[in-house]
């Protein structure tokens, strides 16, 4: 959205010979003061008429004779006048991501409203073209968006100063100005906006479309005993509950750091308090948790089914012994965490 501050030093460099040159390029055979003095009617039809000549005639490219023509006063029509700097000396590049979305929204009102029934032109300013109009409204930004209401007729505005839009979030969609615009012009037409369809697109998603279907139809024999399989199942879900129950959700809300120091030259694993954690110490407890689950489930399910006695006796005290030291490793980190914290099992105390 900036506008390099030096473009206006650049006004003492160009002769007034470059500035009758492009006046004469706009092919007006009427001057700017002949443009002005036409009644408000006959200015709307001839800038009206000139923007629906073509589908691609909207937004007008206006020179500063057909600006100051435009919205002169006495008008009974109401004018969106664009001003930019897609020279690439100025180095908008917010002037060229919201150029296509304004010619979209202006080729979309001219064409659904070809009567004129609105009475909106839409017209661009280019900095190249209308220096002196920058220079007047004080401008050091761009791009700018303008809205001149009617000053005379049924929907006639008081004071009829211009309206600005607000680029302060960036280039917007030309639905989002389509909105602003709507609401300065109640009781009249307002011609949605109509983007072309994007064939590539549409086909891009027919073929992945139909490879996946394509291939999950080959596939399905093999990929079906996996869906239906309860161990499959019992495992996602055990790994999902770890994942949450660890505190991933808190990570990505926080974004928080995946480690941090300790103020003496070496790494902080866990974060002091239960209201803070780094990443890496959410992927530890959630390893605790998962030999935790993995202990109890083996205790519960897999060492009764042993039927030799010894060996079930072995199993069970090796299980039994990982699950109580797993436990006190995690109740000692709620310690390191909480000091307050007033449990404690060996080895880690």
């Known amino acids: 959205m900036r506008l390099l501050p030096t473009l206006l030093s650049l006004l003492g460099c160009l002769s007034t010979t470059t500035l009758a040159a492009g006046a004469g390029a706009s092919g007006n055979s009427k001057s700017s003061t002949n443009l002005r003095k036409l009644p408000p009617t006959e200015r709307f039809n001839l800038y009206h008429g000139k923007a629906t000549a073509s589908s691609s005639a909207a937004p007008l490219k206006l020179l500063e004779t057909d600006y100051r023509a435009l919205v002169a006063t006495p008008r009974d029509y109401s ?3 664009l001003l930019t700097a897609m020279d690439s000396r100025y180095g908008c590049q917010l002037c060229r991501e919201f150029q296509p979305e304004w010619e979209l929204l202006a080729r979309s009102w001219t064409n659904g409203d070809r009567k004129g029934e609105g ?5 661009t300013l280019d900095f190249n073209d209308g220096r002196d109009v920058f220079m007047g409204f004080g401008l050091q930004t ?4 303008f809205f001149f209401p009617p000053t005379i007729g049924p929907h006639a505005v008081v004071p009829p100063e211009p309206l600005r839009y607000d680029f302060t979030g960036g280039a917007q969609a030309a639905e989002v100005v389509h909105h602003w615009l709507a609401r300065q012009l109640p009781d009249r037409p307002h011609p949605p906006v109509k983007r072309p369809i994007n064939w590539m697109r549409w086909i891009s998603t027919f073929v992945i479309l139909s490879g996946g279907a394509t291939a999950s139809y080959v596939a399905w024999p093999w990929v079906l005993p996996v ?3 309860r161990t499959v199942w019992a495992a996602v879900t055990l790994i999902a509950i770890l994942l949450f129950t660890s505190g991933h959700m808190f990570n990505r809300i926080r974004q928080v750091p995946y ?4 103020g003496r030259g070496g790494i902080s694993y866990f974060a002091k308090g239960f209201q803070t954690q780094y990443g890496l110490e959410t992927q530890i407890v959630a390893a605790i948790y998962g030999v935790l689950t993995l202990s109890g489930i083996t205790l ?3 060492v009764p089914r042993i039927a030799d006695p010894k060996s079930q006796t072995v199993a069970f005290l090796a ?3 990982i699950l109580f030291v797993v436990y006190s490793l995690l109740i000692s980190i709620f310690r390191t965490k909480s000091p307050g914290y007033g449990f404690a099992l060996p080895p880690f105390m």
Do not use: Q, S, T
């Open 79 to 81: 004018v969106a006048v």
């Open 119 to 123: 009475r909106v032109v839409f017209g």
């Open 142 to 145: 761009a791009p700018v968006l």
């Open 227 to 229: 869906v239906r399989n």
């Open 259 to 262: 480690v941090a120091g300790d």
């Open 300 to 302: 519960a399910i897999k």
């Open 319 to 321: 299980w039994w012994g």
